[in-house]
């Protein structure tokens, strides 16, 4: 409570005055005698008790007023300030699929939903975590293989396609799950089975009521023309499950992933140049095994189709800059010689020369070494290891 200063005693003296003035009128209007000095300053007194009590309250909530506004502004000064980013990262729908929710605050759910013949692995929900980040594990679409379940009657044989299957049925059946009797007209797929030109699908035939539609199998797309097959990259598309530590390589029908490690020598140690590189670490003075080692060793992944026609050169290893006065070229691994050998192109150049069909599936793992020469005596080894892919189709 402050004290009060001299004005304000003066401005309770003409109060009190006035106070007077203003009973004695009371009085007047109701045909009374004014009151006498002694009854005047009972009144005044009780009124300056009013007051002052009055004036206590008013104060006494001004205090509790002032203390609340106190302890707010100490709770906003204590009160850690919001991070720039205060929400989860921010989840792509899967492949095939949907997500359902847009929010990524602290305790908001997103849902995951596949499309028809998908089915899901992972969480199917997952919540905002007060930590910022996500519950459960990442939605995955896979395709559902409905041929399990046998969905073709009567000795009918099933493909598995993207988003369903394809019913090849047995003779006397059809329907798309092979389960009517067939009807009397033509079967376009028996008529026309044999022979390129006469052919009318790339791979399977499905005869139909009128007519007949084509499939192809898994890893293909069905071309515009509704008769051809297109593969599907899935290195490209994203429809893969390779690391990051791994390559990505796009097959006839499907993918491969691939990891690139340097080789491991005694004598010789390498460092990966880049991802399908690796050179050799300088030797020291003395140790002649060490410079004997391949001074680099590359890699390359290939993806051939079934039976793919011979000859034809597949691939060539050339020299940027030579420092001796030759080079020499040759095979290394045993398999491979039975579908490939290497010969000379011109004085910097080696190639690989496909010399008889390869019949798929299969992984042929081979080796081409360049050697430089200066008068006959060695100065480096070169190896380029090629992985070849080869499809179990012919497209």
Same mark, same amino acid.
Not at 16 to 27: E, K, M, P, R, T
Not at 31 to 36: K, L, N, V, Y
Not at 229 to 244: L, V, Y
């Given at each position: ?46 009124? @300056? ?20 506004? @106190? ?14 980013? %205060?929400?989860? *990262? ?78 090849? &049925?047995?003779?006397?059946? /059809?329907? *798309? ?23 009318? &699908?790339? @791979? ?47 097959? %006839?029908?499907?993918?491969? &992933? ?52 011979? *000859? ?17 070229? /040759? ?50 080894? %070169? ?9 179990? %189709?012919?497209?």
């Amino acid at each position: 409570m402050y004290p009060l200063n001299d004005s304000m005693k003066t401005m309770n003296r003409r109060y009190s005055i006035l106070l007077s003035i203003f009973i004695c009128q009371v009085y007047t209007m109701l045909a009374q005698d004014c009151p006498g000095k002694r009854d005047l300053q009972n009144s005044i007194q009780q009124a @300056h008790k009013l007051l002052s009590s009055q004036e206590s309250s008013y104060l006494q909530s001004l205090r509790a007023l002032r203390k609340k506004l @106190h302890l707010l502004q100490d709770s906003v000064a204590r009160r850690p300030a919001k991070p720039k980013n %205060y929400t989860c *990262p921010d989840l792509e729908p899967p492949v095939n699929g949907r997500k359902l929710g847009k929010t990524l605050f602290a305790g908001h759910e997103v849902h995951f939903i596949c499309d028809a013949g998908f089915e899901l692995l992972g969480s199917e929900t997952r919540q905002c975590k007060d930590s910022l980040s996500w519950s459960g594990h990442p939605a995955v679409c896979k395709d559902i293989d409905e041929c399990l379940s046998s969905p073709c009657a009567n000795g009918g044989s099933c493909t598995d396609e993207v988003k369903g299957f394809s019913c090849v &049925c047995a003779q006397g059946w /059809a329907g *798309p799950s092979c389960d009517s009797p067939t009807p009397t007209y033509i079967d376009e797929c028996k008529l026309f089975h044999t022979g390129q030109a006469g052919r009318l &699908c790339l @791979h399977t035939c499905v005869n139909t009521a009128g007519g007949y539609r084509c499939s192809c199998p898994a890893g293909y797309d069905l071309t515009r023309d509704g008769r051809n097959c297109k593969d599907i990259d899935e290195c490209g598309s994203g429809q893969n499950n390779c690391t990051r530590e791994q390559l990505c390589i796009n097959t %006839y029908g499907g993918f491969q &992933c691939v990891k690139v490690e340097c080789p491991q020598m005694r004598n010789a140690s390498y460092a990966k140049t880049s991802p399908t590189r690796c050179e050799r670490n300088p030797c020291p003075g003395s140790s002649r095994t060490c410079s004997q080692a391949p001074g680099s060793v590359s890699h390359h992944h290939l993806s051939v189709v079934s039976g793919l026609s011979a *000859p034809r050169v597949v691939f060539r290893v050339s020299a940027v800059r030579m420092i001796g006065d030759s080079l020499r070229f /040759a095979l290394l691994g045993g398999r491979a010689h039975r579908f490939f050998t290497v010969r000379r192109s011109d004085r910097q150049t080696g190639e690989l020369l496909l010399t008889r069909p390869v019949p798929g599936p299969a992984t042929l793992d081979l080796q081409v070494e360049m050697s430089e020469l200066e008068r006959g005596e060695l100065l480096g080894r %070169y190896i380029t290891k090629i992985t070849i892919f080869v499809s179990p %189709y012919e497209f």
